[in-house]
């Protein structure tokens, strides 16, 4: 699949943000200065969608894997910004609200339909992403995943071995399925869990670290609420890529 | 309490080692290298008990804190090493072994017999400690608590206040008493836990974990078994305390 690359910026003089398209679906791929011969191993960034919206959030977390000397990429969700909306999505969403709104428990079927559909849309997606930047001068390496929608984070780990080591975001609604499926999963992990986040079942992303099959596997639990991620937790996050995914990097 | 030095050498150029008593107490500090003006805060490392088999685990971690410009002491714990035994206690951990070895779960007034009596024969002589040990050139400004036997730390930092952060590993029997008492720990904790020590409960750790009144609170889970902490968890320890304890440093 071809990478367009519709406008192309420089950030703080040693980031280059670009605007791209995979296919036809919208992202934004940000490159640190590199010497010429270097290769720049890529973090995927996951996010809830909405890549406008996102983009603040988005840019500080490639500015920070850029000083280890990483690149970045975004994609836009199936369903969210500028692609269209996918009725069946936008319907589990306004049951998820109306259950916490009546302070009644989100039944395991609203959660299976908000995340699997969206995630099983989501993974080819990342996969041929992963294809085309892999292609692009600068870029190399072993992959990272970086995020929330820790269920695509589980589910593109198990589809694409080229994904070395994710930091996996604890922060949303995690179906069975997925869960069961996290035995397999063998990569180094760094989950991040907002120990004080009251819409997201703390139990939930206990049990789904638990079952991660990864030798080496860490959880670091912080308060702050949903959004309140302190910036020390980050900074461990880059030194856990740094660790993982370094080593291309060095040898480069 | 007066603090005697019984001996002293140097250990890697620019670290000293002193033996001590304060009062009957043996202990151990470790003093940073400093310019003439300066003063390094204090780290208590808690321990097992048994200084002289211990030494080699105190003594990297020792290192790691003169890293950050941090002293480090470690007192002989009551019933351990060079001092007297207490039957009781004796009895306790008789019964806390043989509960594991008949694969029964432990009862909690072993695990009280186990601890309760023992912490509260070694807060005091921390106290003691810290008085003295401030009054040492060089040593001064806020104090760190350091180690396992995580129902020491809890009860020293509700009974002396100059206790202003403390990284707990999770790795050892709890109370319930001391669960009960841990929502009045309001200073900056960071909590280590083995997800995977096999002799230590991980619902209590995390209960424990929960209970903490601290606002600013982190928990790092790593596999690796009891005594395999990764190094990484190390480092991030370290920078929890030159985040909370680093001002002083910075002043001085």
């Known amino acids: 699949m071809t990478i367009q690359i519709l406008s192309e910026r420089r950030v703080d003089g040693d980031l280059l943000e670009r605007s791209v398209l995979v296919g036809d679906v919208p992202g934004i791929l940000w490159m640190p200065s590199l010497d010429p011969a270097g290769s720049a191993p890529l973090i995927l960034l996951g996010h809830p969608g909405g890549l406008d919206a996102q983009h603040p959030r988005l840019l500080a977390r490639a500015r920070r894997g850029a000083q280890d000397g990483f690149a970045s990429a975004a994609l836009e969700l199936p369903g969210s910004g500028a692609r269209p909306r996918l009725p069946a999505l936008e319907e589990a969403r306004a049951e998820l609200r109306a259950s916490i709104h009546a302070g009644e428990p989100v039944a395991d079927a609203t959660v299976d339909r908000l995340v699997l559909p969206l995630v099983d849309a989501a993974v080819p997606e ?45 922060g949303s609604r995690i179906p069975r399925a997925i869960v069961e499926e996290a035995p397999a999963v063998h990569i180094p ?64």
Not at 127 to 133: G, H, K, Q, T
Not at 202 to 223: C, I, T, V, W, Y
Request: hydrophobic share 50%; charged share 15%; net charge negative.
């Open 126 to 170: 990342c996969i041929a992403a992963v294809d085309s930047l892999s292609a692009v001068p600068g870029l190399g390496g072993p992959v990272g995943y970086s995020g929330g929608n820790i269920s695509l984070g589980v589910r593109l780990a198990l589809a694409d071995q080229r994904i070395a080591a994710a930091v996996l975001f604890a």
């Open 189 to 252: 992990l760094h989950v991040l869990l907002q120990w004080d986040d009251i819409d997201n079942p703390r139990q939930a992303a206990l049990d789904l670290f638990d079952a991660f099959g990864s030798p080496e596997k860490s959880l670091a639990a912080n308060m702050g609420g949903h959004t309140g991620v302190p910036p020390h937790a980050g900074d461990e996050a880059a030194r856990f890529f740094a660790r993982h995914l370094g080593g291309a990097l060095r040898a480069a």
